[in-house]
């Protein structure tokens, strides 16, 4: 087996050849591991399903119906009903599409902003390193939901601004990730030798530094995407994420607490929808992580 | 090992700064006139000017905070715009509750999450591996706020076994502390798990087996030295319980940190506001300094 | 050295597992002679200069007295002054009741009325619900047991300033010199209760006063312990934790009234849930408009099937209790009323079915809030839901309570009211001294457009204000009661709210607890002196 610094002194057609034959045993791994199969599945269902939404859905998530107030479960309406009778397996399925936009949205900001700022930081180092860094430290010390909080309170609610909440949280994770490799790599030979040739700056920190933080920036996701959507589910249970009439899982379980004594189904179904969605995202993300790891070779 | 102690704290102390100046910031820049909400159905321009006198909101975001951490190097960090009690004070009698709840948390997490990390690792890839291992994954996947609702729903409602929620007797604490324990619970199996596996793989267990060693003193080993990613773990977790917290606390309605601050953010106090974070970010730097100094303790690599 | 480590690493942490089970150990018995009464909210603070929401009055009210009382028929009654007269047109002479005490021992008298008056009205510092006071101006000791109330004009409604407790509770000047800002958390007055201890966000004790001037409590200590959510009191109750519950949940409610060991006192209230138009908004400056949207919500459907019937829908501005209310018409819910009356208005169906005028289709910006209220949000979707039914876009906005009242009364938006981000907003009010000069000029005045008050609509048409005017200098009834029906009668025409419902007091005790009598205003359901125990 290779050890990495050969592998990337050996730049060109033996590093890719080695690679691909790597991304295909890592998948036949990824495979035989039934649990991940069956989180991807599920993912792929709740995907699916936030995707077609319109399509799926049998009524309209927001339509009120007092006639049918706190129906519980049956054939009509297979999860029931909440207190404006809106229906709430509609109200579930257009939840996922709320919790897959706000994940994808604020990973995807976050993971572009800090792989800037970490390649930025850890390229340049110096003062500006000193002076991101201390600032990424300074959102990390925030306790997780506080900071959320604190910037919906500030600019309101609402799906942008919760999607921008939450970019904000993720931030220094991919910056420190990002700096991190990028001081690891900076050493590297190769880098020295690129150098050596005349090669400028920026161009060294795309081609070569940013490929470098892939990996880890893709492992670093999979274990975000799960936590994007709880705390999602989170600041609307508080009131501050998506406003009604959307329908947010988190937001849906705060409204039926009131009724937890007549109507359980209300806050325990989709409560129910977060954890499997969630554990799904889970195994999928471990067996993602344990098919990559190279020392399973 | 003194000059690595003074300076990781002296690191520490820009970071809590900037927090605070953070929070002040954004509490500021955030619509909404505190002295209105304070007044309600009473807020003319006039009495609204005068509130604003007496409260300090007249000045620069830049002077105010001056002035906050004058005030606050001698512990005295205002008086909350609401109640118009001291926020030293408030947080006096909130503070303990929330350590309370996170420390009840944590033990519940180690007392849980040890055992089965440990046994996981050993009996790797087993019956009981996977179940444990499921079980570990369903807790880190359930929101803290929901798994708080179903226990109230279970054991109160249904059961009636305990209370459902404020504070009094250990019976109230049962609850919240599973809540908040479960997720760092499951964090700790995990990572014990991973830990255990890895040391257990290093050579020189392998050799220690090889040269006959009881199992009990191979563990001796391992344990030894997953301390030190367990320990980071450990430093890690509190921030989650500190965040989890605030969830926590106002689904059961425990008088800590956490629902002060959803209070005072819902009431504009912007004074309390930044006491509480202030607070917090001490905490958190806090327990991440123990961690880093007890590593000078853990490994004997670092120099002394 | 390592080993030591980890055995220093496990103790600490055994410490402290068994530090958290000794500190919750102490279980907290039951005192005989206690009632306990579970509230949805903590007070911010028990000082009637700083506090003026119905969570902490609810709590002071047993601790402090004003100069007269608002009786559960909201008329006026002699309290800390026996008798009264006016004087000249804007004075009023209070003669006070002798031999009364603090509960610090210190002697009441005028001086100490003169020191609560000086307190509230301080230009420098006011009490934060005076401008629920009217013009009251100052107090002036004549000798130790008279006093002279000034106004700087004529006011009617008088009495019913001086009875507001959040106001002119009288308190105590030797503790408010001993104990300066912390008063709030000290609180002395002259009630039948006194204050013993607070735990923030658990419970306030109140123990009984030995040497209250009137009817002196029955029960030895009053308990208000805070319990947020609403399953949660009930379940505290049915465990027998609590006695009582200030405001139960709707839902719950008929559960309650099945518990063979509960009553449930209900009576209509004084509070009133409304939506308010910005009249100043273009599309909403047609009054033909509005009435539309008077015409489309259907009020009965959110009293029974929301609020459980234990709200009636609003028949009118103002509660049928208060002095000064007269029917002079409520709009029928009639959706095809509200459809024409709109396409009156130029909104005519456009390709897709909904209506639109110029082009531009029919969008409302709705504000509504959670919290204070029970379902308050829910509300706020089901009206939402009933705007889209007239084929409105309606795009909801749901903030806390306290911060939609920050959001609506800040500036005025830089570019007028007309550019406000929103076009109707929910809100709710109290009548609170059970007189319509209270709302009307509370409410609805000039006085009381943002940034000054509290009217959000931005409507105060002169005549309107010449009614309302007349209303509260005048001191005869029937001039009184006829200028308010005017000012209600302009109202309904000009249809600037929607009036919603009007929400029930109810409060749910165990059956041994003998005396209760609800009080119709929301801030004095908890008074407790006439009430007892029974084992």
Known sequence: MMGRNQTDALAGVAQVAVSRGRLYRSWRRFCRNRAAMAGLLVVGVLVLAAIFAPLVAPSDPSAQDLMRQDMLPDWDLPFGADQLGRDILSRVIYGSRVAFEIGTASIGIAVVIGLAIGITAGYLGGWVDEVLMRTMDVLLAFPYLLLAIAIVAMIGPGLVNTIIAISVWLIPTYARLCRGVVLTARQSTFVEAARSFGARSPAIMWRHLLPSCFTPIFVQITLDFARAILMEAGLSFLGYGVQPPTASWGSMIAEGRNELLVAPHIATIPGLVITVAVLSLNLFGDGLREALDPRSD | ?304 | MRTASIRWFSTLTGVVCLMALAAVAQTRAAQPGTLTIAESSDADSLDPKLATAAPSVLVYSNIFDTLVEQGRDLIMKPALATSWEQTDPVTWRFHLRKDVKFQDGTAFDAQAVKFTFDRALSKTSPARGLSMAGPIAQATVVDDSTIDIATTKPFGPVLAALSEVFVFGIVSPAAVEKYGADFGHHPVGTGPFAFDSWQKNDQIVLRRNPDYWGQKAKIDRLVFKIIPEASSQAIAFGAGEIDGIMAPDANLIARLKADPTANVYEVPGLRMLFLGINTKRPVFSDVRVRRALNHAIDTGAIASALLKGHATPAQGYLPKQVFGYADVGTYKYDLGAAKSLLAEAGWKPGPDGKPQKDGQPFTINLWGYTGRDPNSRLISEAVQGELQRLGATVNLRVWDYSELSTALWQEVPKGGPETAPYDIFMLGWTTITGDADFTLYGQISDISIPPKGLNATYWAAPDYMADIERGRTSTEATVRVAAYRDALTKLYDQAIWVPLVVINQVVVLKKRVTGYTPHPVEYYMLRMADVGLEN
């Not at chain 2, 250990?170 to 014990?192: C, D, E, I, K, Q």
């Open chain 2, 1 to 304: 090992m003194r000059r690595y102690v003074v300076r990781r704290v002296l690191l520490s102390v820009p970071v809590v700064l900037g927090v605070v100046f953070a929070v002040a910031l954004i509490v500021r820049l955030t619509p909404g006139d505190p002295a209105i909400v304070l007044l309600g159905q009473g807020a003319t321009p006039d009495a609204v000017a005068a509130l604003h006198r007496e409260l300090g909101l007249n000045q620069s975001v830049i002077v105010q905070f001056l002035h906050y951490l004058g005030n606050a190097v001698e512990l005295d960090l205002g008086r909350s715009y609401r109640s118009n009690e001291r926020v030293t004070d408030i947080i006096a009698t909130a503070l303990p509750n929330t350590l309370l709840l996170t420390g009840a948390g944590l033990g519940i997490s180690l007392t849980i999450g040890l055992p089965m990390g440990i046994a996981s690792a050993i009996w790797r890839n087993t019956g009981l591996d996977h179940s444990l291992t499921g079980i570990s994954l369903l807790g880190l996947s359930m929101p803290v706020f929901w798994t708080g609702i179903i226990m109230q729903w279970l054991f109160s409602f249904e059961l009636g076994w305990l209370p459902t929620a404020g504070i009094g007797s250990w019976r109230h604490l049962v609850m919240p502390a599973l809540a908040v324990g479960s997720y760092t619970a499951a964090n700790f199996v995990r990572m014990v798990r991973a830990t255990v596996i890895e040391v257990m793989r290093e050579d020189f267990v392998r050799t220690a087996r090889a040269k006959g060693l009881r199992p009990g003193g191979v563990l001796h080993h391992v344990l030894r030295n997953a301390t030190i990613p367990l320990v980071t773990t450990l430093g890690l977790q509190v921030g989650l319980l500190l965040g989890g917290s605030i969830l926590t606390e106002t689904v059961f309605a425990w008088p800590g940190i956490g629902l002060q601050m959803i209070q005072a953010i819902n009431g504009r106090d912007l004074v309390l506001i930044q006491g509480l974070v202030l607070v917090t970010a001490l905490l958190f730097v806090g327990a991440n300094l123990i961690v880093d100094i007890s590593y000078v303790f853990l490994d004997p690599r670092i120099e002394r």
